[in-house]
Every structure is written in C-alpha cells, then in structure tokens.
C-alpha cells in the first residue's frame, strides 16, 4: 500500500540490487525520473489501442481486396490463351462454314432438281 503512495520507481530504485541499478545507468537512465519518464512515454494508451485495431481492419481490407484482385486474375485471359482461343475460334469457324457452303449447295441442287422432275412434260 505504501508504494502506490509514493512513487514506487524512486522507493524502489534505492532497494535494488547494485547491478539492476547499473542495467539501467547502461541505458542512460541515471536517475529514477529519467526510467519513470521512459516508462510513461512508451506505455500503450487509448490512442495506441485505437490506431491498432485501425491497423487490423486495413490489414483485412488488404487482404480482402488481394482476394479479389487473385480472383479477377485468374477469370482474365492472358495474352498467349487470347491467341489460342482466337486462333482454335477460327479453325472451328472456319470448319463449320466449310460444311455448311457444301450443305447449302446440295440443298439448292437437291431443289433444283426436284423443280426439273416436276416440270417434265408427261
């Protein structure tokens, strides 16, 4: 009860060991203030919590859109398949209408000659 008084680090600093004391006379705390100083400026606030948990949903966003972004990526064509469906498009295109000139041909000769067959005089 008595050290949360009083400040605590000051009591404190007196009762620790000789080598905790030159621990920190490394790191250029010298005097008790000087650590209670460092302590209370990197001690995690509100603000702190806030802007973290900030983090983490940005953190999510990036991760969603890179998602996305892999997602519409793997839906595009590249360029090379662009080519070879294009070029297997043609082939195709090209077989098919080859079959159907030949087809629309026999069909109109097939007509043709059903007309002569009718116009024969008896």
Known sequence: MYLAKVDSIKYKWNVWAK???????????NTPEKF????????????DSAEYNESLNVNR???I?????????????????QVEFGITSTIVLGIILFVARYLFCAVRWSIKVLKQKNELPS
Do not use: C, G, H, M
């Not at 080598?19 to 705390?29: A, H, V």
């Not at 209670?36 to 603000?47: G, P, R, V």
């Not at 859109?65 to 398949?81: M, Y």
């Open 19 to 29: 080598e905790l004391i030159d621990f920190n006379k490394e790191f250029d705390f």
């Open 36 to 47: 209670k100083e460092f302590i209370d400026a990197n001690t995690i606030n509100s603000k």
């Open 61 to 63: 966003d990036i991760t």
């Open 65 to 81: 859109l890179k998602t996305q972004k892999r997602d519409v990526e793997t839906k595009k064509l590249s360029f090379e398949k």
